[in-house]
Structure formats: structure tokens, C-alpha cells
């Protein structure tokens, strides 16, 4: 080995023991509180530190850093996450009756666009059959060489 790969083997290892001793990779959370700072002190150190070691933490604070938290617009007011979780139990459960009512719903009032599918395949083939039928033989054999 070289001394560039020697070194870069040496980096590499003393990066994942600190990543190792440092535990897991700061959240999603921790890294948006980072960029708009509001860690409180004591737990901000920790994860400057993650963030240095993890270097996707790091590729996401760059990330995060490109979309400045903007203000809501005058007149719109903030949603929470219960109103969030309520509302998307909402949509399952009206996804979930519409797909029972469809299940439910007799066969003959369901789309037919199948049967039509079917059909207009059906009439393709018969008609390029029957083409072929009416022509013959696309080419005659080739003779028999002596």
C-alpha cells in the first residue's frame, strides 16, 4: 500500500470509531433545529459533532440550508398534527366505503370498457387473419436446387 491509501485506511477507520462512540446519526428533527437554531446549547455540541461525522447528516443539513423556512401567508392558519392524523383517517376511511361500494355494486353498472377492450381485440385479429387468408401464400416456395 501506498502512503495515500495508507492514510485514507487510517481516516476512514477513525471516522467510523467516532461515528460508533457517537451512537446514531441526528434525526431529521435535530438537524432542522441545527439550521434554525433552536438546540438549546447543551445539546447543540452533540449534534455539530454527528453532523461531522455522519457525512449524510452533513449532505442533509446542505440540503436544508437551501430551503429557508418560509412564513405562512397572512390569513392562513397553521395546521397541527392532530388536525393532520384526523383528517388523513378521514380520507382512508372514505377510500375504504368507496371501495366497498364498488366491490358491492352489481356488474352490470361497472365500467365496460374490458368487454369493449376484448371485443375491438377480438375483431383485430379476425380481421388481419382473414387478410392474411384471402392473400395466400406470402411467397412462393423457393425451388429445389439440383
Known amino acids: 500500500m501506498d502512503d ?3 492514510l485514507r485506511t487510517a481516516a476512514e477507520a477513525t471516522m467510523a470509531a467516532r461515528r460508533d462512540a457517537l451512537g446514531e446519526a ?7 433545529a441545527l439550521r434554525d437554531g433552536s438546540l438549546p446549547p447543551e445539546g447543540r455540541g452533540l449534534v455539530e459533532e ?3 461525522a455522519f ?13 429557508p423556512d418560509v412564513p405562512a401567508a397572512p390569513g392562513v392558519r397553521e395546521v397541527g398534527d392532530d388536525e393532520i392524523a384526523r383528517d388523513w383517517q378521514r380520507l382512508r ?3 375504504t366505503r368507496e371501495r366497498r361500494a364498488e366491490d358491492a355494486a352489481p356488474a352490470a353498472s361497472r365500467p365496460r370498457w374490458r368487454s369493449a377492450a376484448l ?28
Not at 377480438?122 to 429445389?144: M, T
Open 4 to 6: 495515500e491509501t495508507t
Open 119 to 146: 371485443l375491438a381485440a377480438g375483431l383485430f385479429v379476425g380481421v388481419i387473419g382473414g387478410v392474411l387468408v384471402a392473400r395466400g401464400p406470402l411467397a412462393p416456395p423457393p425451388a429445389p436446387t439440383p
Open 93 to 95: 376511511a372514505r377510500m
Open 55 to 67: 457525512p449524510e447528516a452533513a449532505a442533509t443539513l446542505l440540503d436544508l440550508a437551501r430551503f
Open 26 to 32: 441526528p434525526s431529521p428533527e435535530e438537524l432542522i
Open 50 to 52: 454527528k453532523v461531522a
